[in-house]
């Protein structure tokens, strides 16, 4: 079985963002950027099945700029046995993503591609499901746990009631929730070893895909702020500002 | 044209939220149809229906909708949307899991989580886990919107009686197999809806002392909440998470404890009416959204603010 993970470069979930003034984004110059945090443990989870002996190979991909390549290069360093960049430049939209994912499934023929539930950064929460429509494929979305049985697996989604889980023939998507598992850290000698690893790089305009934008943005803004609040001596005084000065209780 | 509104349900009744996208979706065009897709679903279409801003609802059963399976439900409302200018539902887990699908076989990029209707084409959604707010302009000629139900009110769920049209059905998806649901059953108020919600961090330090935030919720008729670190650590299951990628709550009154507050809780949890803090790190980033805070040992504050409670005369529920 072969396994296609796709990963995305994010800023760091530890950076506080910062609005640009002009309302065009977010500052990213100069600011830490990783992996999107559930494509880690995508990563992780194809690496896992590998070395269990259920999957031939792991292919990690990514579509974005130059800089984006740092996220396929980190995934070959846990365990990832080659890497594709697809070269873009500027921000797709996940509907532009999933299509160009598509074309890499066509290529790579994978029985399973994994990532993350949502990108941290714009929040979507769509590529999974929009690249599994497009290859009319089973999607199992927000998966804590997933079991390889021959040719289906069985996998275990986090939704708001409490837990489901389903059965899906492979070929499948599975997008990764981040209790799926714990991400390892790359070693320095798997680091080094990863620099020597193949990562084919194709431009986004070969792939004859439309990623023009659908969505403009109008306008990026910093949220209202909270009036700040006091502190209370102890239980006593907090107990009675919930009941008679906010009257919540 | 109309908006088509997909309504969440368990086959028995409406799921709360679908209330909330209704309003949203009246926002965006006052005709609002909705569709419902369930199995023996019969007593939840007659609730939609009733709802005064639904103007028709769409009926479709199937065995093979039972379990509201993403690859079952994307046919039949791909193939309703002709007749639509908008696709709306909840993005919660049921949404968020069904609405790419639909948006794909539509060639539409969906616009998520929106808090705000600005216009029928432009909407405000949140970005980074809440820290920018993004104006968003769709120009699809159809669009496939998901709402965040804590930032539209529930609709009106009586006193309308709009006609149910029965739709047939589509071929089932046989690759993908319902097994098992494992619903937490509770007799407390639901953690998006509730009045009050009560949360537990790490600092719980184990699930056994969640019973303090149990007793407490008790007494204050509160959902229990948790961030993911409390999650993570297996002290409570994960329908209980507040944040980023769990549940987002906007309660009249939210109480942390022992959550440090990092920005993926804050995301779920700031646009609270009153949020409390009790925490023994005075520096704990929660302080900066609290309106109190108390710095405080959480295995000492907890029993005396039960104690406090008891005291009073009556309590708000």
């Known amino acids: ?249 | 044209m109309a908006v088509l509104l997909i309504a969440e349900h368990n086959n028995k009744e409406l799921r709360p939220f679908t209330l909330n996208a209704a309003t949203a979706a009246s926002q965006i065009d006052s005709d609002v149809h909705a569709v419902i897709i369930g199995q023996n679903s019969a007593d939840a279409a007659k609730q939609l229906s009733e709802l005064p801003l639904v103007k028709k609802v769409l009926s479709i059963e199937g065995a093979h909708y039972e379990n509201f399976t993403a690859e079952n439900f994307a046919p039949v409302i791909v193939k309703l949307a002709e007749n639509y200018s908008h696709i709306v539902c909840s993005a919660n887990t049921f949404g968020k899991n069904l609405m790419p699908r639909i948006a794909a076989h539509l060639d539409t990029s969906q616009v998520s989580d929106i808090i705000k209707v600005i216009s029928p084409d432009t909407f405000l959604r949140p970005i980074y886990a809440g820290n920018a707010f993004a104006t968003i302009k769709s120009n699809d000629a159809k669009k496939c919107v998901t709402i965040r139900p804590t930032s539209f009110d529930p609709c009106e769920s009586t006193g309308g009686s709009a006609p149910i049209e029965k739709v047939d059905a589509s071929e089932e998806f046989s690759s993908t197999k319902f097994i098992k649901r494992e619903e937490i059953k509770s007799d407390r108020p639901e953690l998006g809806t509730a009045r009050i919600v009560v949360s537990g961090g790490r600092g719980m330090q184990s699930g056994d002392n969640f019973k303090l935030i149990t007793e407490i919720a008790d007494k204050l008729g509160a959902a229990i909440g948790a961030s993911r670190a409390a999650v993570d650590a297996g002290y409570i299951s994960n329908d209980h998470q507040v944040g980023q990628t769990g549940k987002v709550v906007v309660p009249d009154l939210y109480i942390a404890v022992g959550i440090s507050g990092a920005i993926q809780h804050l995301a779920g949890m700031k646009e609270s009416k009153v949020i409390v803090a009790i925490n023994k790190d005075g520096e704990a980033p929660i302080f900066s959204v609290a309106d109190y805070g108390l710095e405080a040992d959480l295995f000492e504050a907890l029993p005396q603010f039960m104690e406090e409670l008891n005291k009073l005369n009556t309590i708000q529920k």
């Open chain 1, 1 to 249: 079985m072969k396994i296609l993970v796709a990963v995305k470069r994010v800023i760091d979930y530890n950076v506080q963002i910062r609005v640009k003034e002009d309302g065009t984004g977010v500052v990213t110059d100069n600011v830490k950027m990783s992996t999107n945090p559930p494509d880690d443990n995508a990563i992780e989870e194809a690496v896992k099945i590998k070395e269990a002996g259920k999957a031939t190979e792991v292919v990690a991909v990514t579509v974005g700029e130059e800089k984006a390549q740092e996220t396929v290069r980190k995934a070959l360093a846990v365990g990832a046995d080659r890497g594709i960049h697809v070269k873009v430049d500027g921000i797709l939209e996940p509907l532009a993503v999933s299509k160009i994912l598509q074309k890499i499934v066509d290529k790579e023929k994978p029985d399973l591609v994994f990532m993350g539930k949502q990108a941290i950064d714009d929040d979507c929460n769509q590529t999974g499901q929009m690249l599994s429509a497009l290859l009319n494929w089973p999607q199992a979305t927000f998966a804590s746990k997933i079991d390889v049985k021959d040719n289906k697996l069985e996998v275990t989604r986090e939704i708001d009631e409490g837990l489901e889980t389903i059965e899906i023939n492979v070929p499948a998507i599975v997008t990764c929730d981040l209790r799926l598992n714990e991400p390892r850290y790359a070693s320095l000698p798997n680091i080094m070893k990863a620099k020597k690893k193949p990562i084919e790089e194709i431009a986004a305009s070969d792939l004859g895909v439309d990623v023009s934008p659908r969505l403009e943005q109008l306008k990026v803004e910093e949220p209202p702020k909270r009036k700040a609040g006091i502190k209370v001596a102890n239980v006593a005084e907090l107990v009675q500002k919930l009941k008679n000065e906010a009257k919540v209780i």
